[in-house]
């Protein structure tokens, strides 16, 4: 686990917390997109990785929680293990919800709507995820969508920026 201190961003009066975004090469390549919400990092699967285009919306297959510790986790688990795979920290910060006073993470991800802004490396202003009632699988179904703000940037493609934002690594990935 690295130490490296999160950058800090301009303070609202609304609590932050953090979030971080990492590339995974696992059976198929995909972003898992954590939220810290409690005690734990509450994570979605991004299939395509997250859009700064405000137009496009991701599919996130809201998966299990993660430990906290897991924040910065950056390295290779081996075969045979769960996740099996390269792991680098896309982009990370912290966040905070915005919308009615008083709004609290864990009441937006019961009521199935979060909108939320992001202070990370990459990924800046106000996102929202909103639980769908898209498939019949066992997994909850969420749309991740870019906020039409002065961090939107139209036919962006996450591949453009394929460094680590904690390490600078630029992995290898699955042959």
């Known amino acids: 686990m690295n130490d490296t201190t999160i950058p800090a961003a301009p303070r609202t009066g609304t609590p932050r917390l953090r979030f971080v975004v990492q590339k995974h090469w696992a059976r198929s390549l995909h972003y898992d997109f954590r939220l810290e919400i409690g005690t734990a990092l509450v994570s979605w699967a991004v299939p395509k990785g997250p859009s700064k285009d405000s137009k496009v ?91 039409d703000d002065e961090f939107a940037e139209a036919d962006y493609n996450p591949e453009t920026e394929p460094a680590s934002a904690l390490s600078g690594k630029v992995p290898r990935g699955r042959p």
């Open 57 to 147: 919306k991701r599919l996130a297959i809201h998966v299990e929680d993660h430990p906290l510790d897991y924040l910065l986790f950056e390295e290779t688990l081996p075969e045979g293990e769960y996740g099996a795979g390269e792991v680098i920290v896309w982009d990370y910060g912290d966040f905070e919800m915005v919308g009615p006073a008083g709004i609290d993470a864990a009441v937006a991800l019961r009521d199935g709507i979060m909108r939320f802004a992001l202070y990370g490396t990459k990924l800046r202003g106000q996102w929202t995820v909103l639980k769908t009632r898209m498939g019949k699988g066992t997994r909850e179904n969420w749309l991740l969508q870019k906020v």
